[in-house]
């Protein structure tokens, strides 16, 4: 009796703080469309971090950009942290001369401490993209040097980097073409060591450039989340979930400069035109079990095209995951192409 009594009593203390276990850290980016602004000013109390698309660096480290006013204070009226994004607009001739340029790396450092004390971030996402697997030491140094910098001034840094499990190229050439720009680049282990969050991009697992298929299939996912958290802590780990679906059809065979060629087009799709365009279609909308991520196909000029998109129930089952790792949190691009449900999945901030 006095066990059962003990058991019940440590039950109860425990509770309470139990209820109060930190939820994962809710990041979600935001680009410059009246449609994701929209999104941030409906959902701000349900968003830990904001991510906006905001500043680009050339090979000079030329930082250009700035904010959107109106979000700075919206952020600053709901107390919600502000850490841009800075990218070399996958240029990948310019950002590999500005990783072998000490000057020009100086000059773009200096330039986001001084944008993070102007307007308030807390510091900086890289998301640089598209960069040769050649210069993966010279990218690991470039966020060392920025990592340091920002952090003797309480800034912090944090990248967007494109899965690469299983760690190296694979048997095909499009595998190889995926390696060679834009998975090799990428040294987990040591990026992990000078940053503060690693925003692990699990999504595009089946893009524009492929056949159709899911956006990030639940299988895709789980091998790089395990590959990744073989080196990176996982208090540092956050995992990215679209909000986006992709729209696969048969385009226009004739080239702008005449020739023809291979006509499969894919182009993003939003939930607000996807779950309209399965109603036009008179069409049910597919879940795979295995994918978890939902689909359809439907019929136009004799044609088939098709449709995988992330809902809500594909993004309750990711949020589970982050929870069950017990990783840093997720990151989710973008606001306003998500499924209005996704909402319904999380908590309130707690500022």
Request: aromatic letters at 14%.
């Amino acid at each position: 009796m006095k066990r059962w009594l003990f058991t019940l009593a440590a039950c109860l203390l425990w509770m309470p703080f139990a209820a109060m276990a930190k939820a994962p850290v809710a990041l979600f980016y935001m680009i410059n469309t009246p449609k994701s602004v929209a999104s941030l000013e409906a959902h701000v109390d349900k968003i830990d971090l904001l991510v906006p698309t905001w500043y680009g660096v050339d090979e000079n480290g030329l930082v250009s950009g700035g904010p959107n006013e109106y979000v700075v204070d919206l952020a600053k009226t709901h107390r919600l942290p502000i850490m841009p994004i800075i990218s070399a607009n996958g240029d990948r001739a310019k950002f590999h001369a500005l990783l072998g340029n000490e000057t020009a790396k100086k000059a773009m450092i200096e330039s986001l401490i001084e944008q993070a004390k102007l307007h308030g971030y807390v510091g900086f996402q890289f998301d640089f993209e598209n960069i040769a697997w050649t210069d993966r030491d010279a990218l690991t140094l470039l966020t060392k040097q920025t990592y340091e910098a920002l952090h003797k001034h309480g800034l912090q840094l944090s990248m967007a980097v494109v899965p690469n499990a299983p760690g190296h190229a694979g048997e095909g050439p499009f595998s190889k073409w995926l390696w060679e720009y834009w998975r090799g680049a990428y040294d987990l282990k040591e990026l992990a060591k000078v940053l503060d969050i690693v925003c692990l991009m699990t999504y595009d697992q089946h893009t524009r450039w492929t056949t159709p298929g899911p956006v990030a299939g639940m299988p895709w996912v789980m091998e790089n989340l395990q590959y990744a958290l073989k080196v990176v802590p996982k208090d540092k780990l956050s995992l990215g979930i679209g909000l986006y679906g992709y729209h696969w059809y048969a385009g226009n065979p004739v080239k702008p400069d005449g020739k023809e060629d291979s006509n499969i087009a894919a182009n993003y799709i939003d939930a607000d035109e996807s779950f309209p365009l399965a109603k036009q279609f008179n069409v049910t909308m597919q879940w795979d079990p295995v994918e978890h991520e939902s689909w359809f196909y439907f019929y136009r000029d004799q044609m088939r095209e098709w449709v995988f998109l992330p809902d809500a129930r594909s993004f309750r089952d990711r949020y589970a995951l982050v929870r069950q790792y017990d990783l840093q949190g997720f990151c989710a691009w973008v606001l306003g192409a998500e499924d209005p449900k996704v909402w319904d999945e999380l908590p309130n901030a707690v500022r």
